[in-house]
């Protein structure tokens, strides 16, 4: 059925590890011992936590949870407890050096493997490892940081050490200019879910949402529209901004979006350690949900709630069920969208019509995470599971919530229902936008 792993659930877990892992390793090998251990922004952990407190949560929740061993290193939890040391001042922790860190994290890994071999995964045995949940989100949570790591990557200054192909561009007309937009008809659609298996708690569970009509841009947000915002004062004129958003722009004094330079009539960006022309068809990064907001409210428009944007990606009217994935239900294919880090780059607005969801907007999944109107929290009926510190604790007014993954996530951390959060300050993070309006009028 729809949301059901195809194949050996044991073999899938095995290889969602393995992926994350080829990652990891290609994310940290690039670079020698005293860049792994450097602060590269105080926004960051140093690359050699990452690379630990992987390995960490894997011991917690592989080897020792669902594995019933002692675990491997069960004395550096509190080194790698995300909650115990804020990032800034993670480089002052008792750390593994890269090549500890290494060793820990493969010896962590085989004796997973022990636990994934020996599972019980009988419907009802334990659901820590039912349909290997908890494998999944291991997986997941590894898939999580490599995208962080990517992020401190493009916070590092220095020479580029990462090279990938350009995504291809669409074949048609330039969506940069005019993008045009999608109608989503009202009534109620299906949001969350309660039979992915390795959908994560805060997705959790179906629930049946009204959504009145709305339209919604085609596309991600491009470069080209953004820098039209940009000089027509957008970042100078106090009406387009939420009041805290305003104090913020002022304090820090921004004017464009993070990576971003003006060098005379042109518009610069530093990407993975090159320095290049901002692409106007591109989709817009690196801009807070309070820029993305200003913008919104400039364009006389607002940005999607959540249930919009999950109910454009989803929501199909021939049989009224929510799909997987805009496409359908088969798993992202190359054809579909921009994700797991094959390109260092978005894909140019209007790519990947194969991806396109039933109400014809494309590039949802993937490309970048769109910044929503919503707050992060709990669907009616929510419960923790299988920590209360995963979700749970960020629940509230603080986080605004992303959607639809970036260039840099992955496939598994990624899918129609997924909800990524984050600050409404962030900029440092893989994240655009769309815009949205209500059908008929008002916003
Ligand atoms: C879901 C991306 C906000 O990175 O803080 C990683 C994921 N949780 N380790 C984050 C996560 C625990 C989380 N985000
Ligand atoms: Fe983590």
């Not at 860049?35 to 407190?53: G, V």
């Not at 140019?348 to 707050?375: F, H, K």
Request: with cysteine; hydrophobic share 35%; proline share 9%.
């Amino acid at each position: 059925s729809a949301g059901t792993p195809r194949g050996d659930p044991r073999q899938r877990a095995a290889e969602a590890l393995e992926r994350a892992r080829r990652r990891t390793l290609a994310l940290t090998d690039c670079l020698d011992e005293s860049e792994l251990t450097a602060q590269h922004s105080k926004l960051m952990s140093p690359l050699a936590w990452d690379l630990a407190h992987v390995g960490n949560q894997e011991d917690i929740w592989l080897v020792r949870a669902a594995g019933g061993g002692q675990g491997v290193r069960p004395d550096l939890d509190s080194v790698y407890d995300a909650f115990q040391t804020p990032r800034a001042d993670r480089p002052g922790l008792p750390m593994l050096s890269p090549d500890e860190a290494r060793a820990y994290i493969a010896e962590v890994r085989r004796r997973a493997f022990e636990s994934l071999d020996a599972a019980p995964w009988d419907a009802g045995v334990d659901p820590l490892s039912e349909e290997g949940f908890v494998f999944g989100m291991v997986a997941q949570h590894e898939q999580q940081h490599d995208e962080t790591m990517l992020a401190t990557h493009q916070l590092r200054r220095g020479p580029a050490v990462l090279d990938a192909p350009d995504p291809l561009a669409p074949m048609s007309r330039a969506w940069d200019e005019d993008h045009g937009e999608v109608h989503v008809p009202g009534g109620p659609f299906t949001m969350g879910t309660s039979t992915e298996p390795w959908a994560l708690d805060n997705e959790r569970p179906a629930h049946t949402v009204d959504v009145p009509p709305f339209d919604l841009d085609a596309v991600p947000v491009t470069n080209g529209a953004y820098q039209r915002f940009i000089e027509d004062g957008g970042y100078r004129d106090a009406r387009w901004w939420h009041p805290e958003g305003w104090a913020y722009v002022r304090k820090a004094d921004l004017s464009a979006p993070l990576f971003w330079r003006r060098d005379g009539a042109m518009w610069m960006r530093r990407r993975f350690g090159y320095t290049e022309r901002v692409p106007p068809a591109e989709p817009v990064m690196h801009v807070s949900w309070y820029e993305a907001d200003a913008y919104a409210r400039w364009a006389g428009r607002r940005l999607p709630t959540e249930a919009e944007w999950e109910k454009a990606a989803r929501w199909d009217p021939e049989t009224g069920v929510s799909r997987r994935y805009p496409w359908g239900d088969e798993p992202p294919g190359e054809g579909h969208a921009n994700l797991g880090q094959r390109h260092l780059r978005p894909a140019p607005a209007g790519a990947y019509p194969a991806g396109a969801a039933p109400c014809g907007a494309r590039q949802l999944i993937g490309d970048v995470w769109e910044w929503t109107s919503s707050d992060f929290t709990g669907y009616p009926g929510f419960r923790a599971f299988p920590y209360r510190e995963y979700s749970e604790v960020f629940f509230g007014s603080a986080h605004k919530v992303l959607r639809g993954g970036s260039f840099g996530t992955d496939e598994v951390a990624c899918r129609g229902t997924f909800r990524n959060w984050d600050l409404p300050v962030r900029r440092q993070i893989f994240a655009g936008f769309r815009t949205a309006r209500s059908s008929g009028g008002s916003l």
